[in-house]
């Protein structure tokens, strides 16, 4: 089992920043393929970035330019810097971990941006 939890969330001003974190435990890190997901009221959760265990990353459309996904394998954590902040990504954003195939989910954490 991997456990995940993130942090980092909360209320923030169009054009400001904010940085996740989702710190996992119960795997050894540095083979999960780490991605954030993000979802908003009444649509379906979405891709925003991934990252493998070697670094590699890819983003969203919607996120490119403003969105960084880090990986810190000693810590066992994984971070989003968001900056630019719109009101459209208003969503719960999960952390999520692909471990040989089988995935695990964070409960999320709530980002909120005002106009």
């Known amino acids: 089992q991997v456990q995940l939890v993130e942090s980092g969330g909360g209320l923030v001003q169009a054009g400001g920043s904010l940085r996740l974190s989702c710190a996992a435990s119960?795997?050894?890190?540095?083979?999960?393929?780490m991605r954030w997901y993000r979802q908003a009221p009444g649509k379906q959760r979405a891709s925003v970035a991934y990252?493998?265990?070697?670094?590699?990353?890819s983003y969203a459309d919607s996120v490119k330019g403003r969105v960084t996904i880090s990986r810190d394998d000693t810590n066992n954590a994984v971070y989003m810097q968001m900056n630019s902040l719109k009101p459209e990504d208003t969503a719960v954003y999960y952390c999520?971990?692909?471990?040989?195939?089988?995935?695990?989910w964070g409960k999320g954490t709530q980002v909120t941006v005002s106009s």
């Open positions: 990252i493998t265990p070697g670094g590699s990353t």
């Open positions: 999520y971990a692909d471990r040989n195939g089988f995935g695990y």
């Open positions: 119960g795997s050894t890190f540095d083979i999960l393929h």
